[in-house]
């Protein structure tokens, strides 16, 4: 997949980076995020619900759960670029989401984006739309295709996988009316948000908050380990650009303790942190990893949960390095 910005220029251990100078690269190099390895933290529990809570846009996250996984589908429209198979879905009552089926494409895991979800609101963001599984019939996607999209059932035949009786089981997530491109992932842009994050730089006043949403955002990517987040089209905001949403992590959880390179690479260049998101990096822990997702079973095996907290401990290490080179007051500046 060809990757905006950064992500594919990073080749072979980060020798080059295409576009960037070779100072910039030198000094990534140095700042790397080290391999991972025993950790000496103290997590204490996070509370767990027994089921959502929170809001997202203002609505309640149990309200948007509850009218995904029940309502009437009465279009489905299959969303156009991307290498894999989404739909937009219309239901009965007005409201829509978005729809990803299993599918023989690699890079797309439905359950994924319910465990970011789940994970998200157990660090206490809101910034995953609320997410939750539903099986859905082969002719209740095809049938609700409008007349001029039916050439599209030889698509949906060949790359999702249907049970024997046609059902297939994937993850509706609440349906965003607007949002726009950041543009965080370009060149230019990185490269000015990777100078604003450094500590000793001012960040704009106007970009306090997007830079607080994206500082937390690469820990998160780290956590969940998804290495796409800057492939292009994976960094999108409210109308507003107040609101940068956390989307698309359908790729992600491989088994890399150490987390991928790309994840390693923009969070070793962010210096300024929140401290909220901290706080809940260090209470988090196996079992209430385990409980959160509980709530949905299966959607991460035990593996890829213990990996998590591996790639947690990485992240903390970076944050910590910093806060022993700078002091806490430059690097918890965020909230």
Same mark, same amino acid.
């Given at each position: 997949m060809a990757v905006a910005?950064? $992500?594919? @220029? =990073?080749?072979? @251990?980060? &020798?080059?980076?295409r576009g960037v100078p070779e100072?910039?690269?030198?000094?990534?190099?140095?700042?790397?995020?080290? #391999?991972? @390895?025993? $950790? !000496?933290l103290e997590p204490g529990p996070l509370e767990v619900a027994a089921d959502a809570t929170g809001t997202f846009l203002g609505m309640k996250d149990e309200l948007l759960l509850d009218r995904m996984?029940?309502?009437?589908?009465?279009?489905?429209?299959?969303? &156009?670029?991307?290498? !894999?198979?989404?739909?937009?879905?219309?239901?009965?009552?007005g409201s829509r989401a978005a729809f990803k089926p299993e599918q023989v494409n690699p890079q797309t895991v439905p359950r994924k984006e319910i465990a970011a979800y789940r994970i998200g609101r157990l660090l206490g963001f809101n910034h995953v739309p609320p997410a939750t599984s539903r099986t859905v019939h082969r002719d209740e996607l095809v049938g609700k295709l409008p007349p001029d999209m039916q050439w599209m059932a030889r698509r949906i035949d060949a790359e999702t996988l249907f049970d024997e009786e046609g059902f297939t089981r994937g993850e509706v997530s609440y349906w965003i009316p607007i949002i726009v491109d950041s543009h965080l992932d370009t060149l230019e842009n990185v490269l000015e948000w990777w100078r604003w994050?450094? =500590?000793?730089? *001012?960040? #704009?006043?106007?970009?306090?908050?997007?830079? *607080?949403q994206? !500082? !937390?955002?690469?820990?998160?990517?780290?956590?969940t380990n998804n290495s796409d987040r800057f492939s292009g089209g994976n960094l999108m905001t409210s109308a507003d650009g107040r609101i940068l949403f956390w989307m698309d992590n359908t790729f992600g959880f491989q088994l890399e303790p150490e987390g991928h390179l790309r994840c390693r690479t923009y969070l070793s260049r962010c210096q300024k942190f929140s401290r909220k998101m901290i706080a809940a990096l260090r209470r988090l822990d196996l079992a209430t990893l385990r409980a959160a997702?509980?709530?949905?079973?299966? =959607?991460?095996? *035990?593996? *890829?949960?213990? /990996? =998590?907290?591996?790639r947690?401990? /990485?992240?903390l290490r970076h944050v910590d390095a910093q806060i022993a080179q700078h002091g806490e007051a430059q690097v918890l500046v965020f909230p």
């Amino acid at each position: 997949m060809a990757v905006a910005g950064l $992500g594919m @220029g =990073v080749i072979a @251990g980060v &020798k080059t980076l295409r576009g960037v100078p070779e100072a910039d690269a030198s000094t990534l190099r140095a700042t790397m995020v080290v #391999p991972v @390895g025993p $950790g !000496s933290l103290e997590p204490g529990p996070l509370e767990v619900a027994a089921d959502a809570t929170g809001t997202f846009l203002g609505m309640k996250d149990e309200l948007l759960l509850d009218r995904m996984r029940t309502a009437e589908i009465v279009k489905a429209k299959l969303n &156009k670029g991307g290498s !894999s198979i989404s739909f937009r879905l219309d239901f009965a009552d007005g409201s829509r989401a978005a729809f990803k089926p299993e599918q023989v494409n690699p890079q797309t895991v439905p359950r994924k984006e319910i465990a970011a979800y789940r994970i998200g609101r157990l660090l206490g963001f809101n910034h995953v739309p609320p997410a939750t599984s539903r099986t859905v019939h082969r002719d209740e996607l095809v049938g609700k295709l409008p007349p001029d999209m039916q050439w599209m059932a030889r698509r949906i035949d060949a790359e999702t996988l249907f049970d024997e009786e046609g059902f297939t089981r994937g993850e509706v997530s609440y349906w965003i009316p607007i949002i726009v491109d950041s543009h965080l992932d370009t060149l230019e842009n990185v490269l000015e948000w990777w100078r604003w994050m450094t =500590v000793g730089e *001012e960040i #704009p006043p106007e970009k306090v908050r997007l830079m *607080e949403q994206l !500082s !937390s955002l690469l820990l998160f990517d780290m956590l969940t380990n998804n290495s796409d987040r800057f492939s292009g089209g994976n960094l999108m905001t409210s109308a507003d650009g107040r609101i940068l949403f956390w989307m698309d992590n359908t790729f992600g959880f491989q088994l890399e303790p150490e987390g991928h390179l790309r994840c390693r690479t923009y969070l070793s260049r962010c210096q300024k942190f929140s401290r909220k998101m901290i706080a809940a990096l260090r209470r988090l822990d196996l079992a209430t990893l385990r409980a959160a997702l509980a709530i949905e079973p299966g =959607v991460l095996s *035990e593996a *890829e949960m213990r /990996a =998590v907290l591996a790639r947690r401990d /990485a992240a903390l290490r970076h944050v910590d390095a910093q806060i022993a080179q700078h002091g806490e007051a430059q690097v918890l500046v965020f909230p």
